[in-house]
């Protein structure tokens, strides 16, 4: 069924709006059906770490006696879990962060001051935004993350083919 908006040209920021908020839709539904992913938990914890899409069923494992390989997480994996941490805790202290908290929360987690991509935080109206996401590229896979009302999301998810996490005007 078509929005309030279709068939209407957007002014490039507002497009470009429109589509970081669908990847944010297309991130929420990866993240639910097993894409690498940190989620929060309900103690702000990430839950689990990273998925791999897989999964094993623990009474099949018990009766058979067999283990799952393991292996080490991916540097992205490892980096979405530090900025999963860093992003708590300024959710923690700031239900609505800033650009600069969110830019100095994904630097001290680790993410790469020449990668690190931070969306805007006034609409085209001068309205305040409901969130501010930054994201950066690392072993080619971008690390997005959120604080929205103090909780902190995280997700893995590919590069764009223009080698940026987001679309749209960057700032």
């Given at each position: 069924?078509?929005?309030?908006?279709?068939?209407?040209?957007?002014?490039?920021?507002?497009?470009?709006?429109?589509?970081?908020?669908?990847?944010?839709?297309?991130?929420?539904?990866?993240?639910?059906?097993?894409?690498?992913?940190?989620?929060?938990?309900?103690?702000?914890?990430?839950?689990?770490?990273?998925?791999?899409?897989?999964?094993?069923?623990?009474?099949?494992?018990?009766?058979?006696?067999?283990?799952?390989?393991?292996?080490?997480?991916?540097?992205?994996?490892?980096?979405?879990?530090?900025?999963?941490?860093?992003?708590?805790?300024?959710?923690?202290?700031?239900?609505?962060?800033?650009r600069d908290q969110m830019k100095a929360a994904m630097l001290e987690a680790g993410a790469a001051q020449q990668t690190l991509e931070?969306s805007i935080d006034k609409t085209p109206t001068g309205l305040a935004v409901d969130a501010i996401e930054a994201a950066s590229v690392?072993?080619?896979?971008?690390?997005?993350?959120?604080?929205?009302?103090?909780?902190?999301?995280?997700?893995?998810?590919?590069?764009?083919?223009?080698?940026?996490?987001?679309?749209?005007?960057?700032?």
């Amino acid at each position: 069924m078509p929005g309030p908006l279709s068939g209407r040209r957007l002014p490039k920021r507002q497009a470009g709006l429109r589509q970081a908020f669908a990847a944010l839709g297309l991130a929420a539904a990866l993240v639910t059906t097993g894409c690498s992913s940190v989620a929060p938990s309900q103690n702000g914890a990430p839950s689990g770490g990273a998925s791999t899409g897989t999964s094993v069923d623990s009474g099949a494992a018990a009766s058979t006696g067999a283990a799952e390989p393991t292996q080490p997480p991916s540097e992205a994996e490892v980096l979405a879990a530090k900025v999963q941490t860093s992003l708590d805790n300024l959710g923690r202290t700031a239900k609505a962060p800033t650009r600069d908290q969110m830019k100095a929360a994904m630097l001290e987690a680790g993410a790469a001051q020449q990668t690190l991509e931070l969306s805007i935080d006034k609409t085209p109206t001068g309205l305040a935004v409901d969130a501010i996401e930054a994201a950066s590229v690392i072993a080619n896979q971008c690390i997005i993350g959120q604080v929205r009302s103090g909780v902190a999301s995280v997700v893995v998810l590919p590069v764009l083919a223009s080698g940026r996490c987001f679309v749209g005007d960057q700032h």
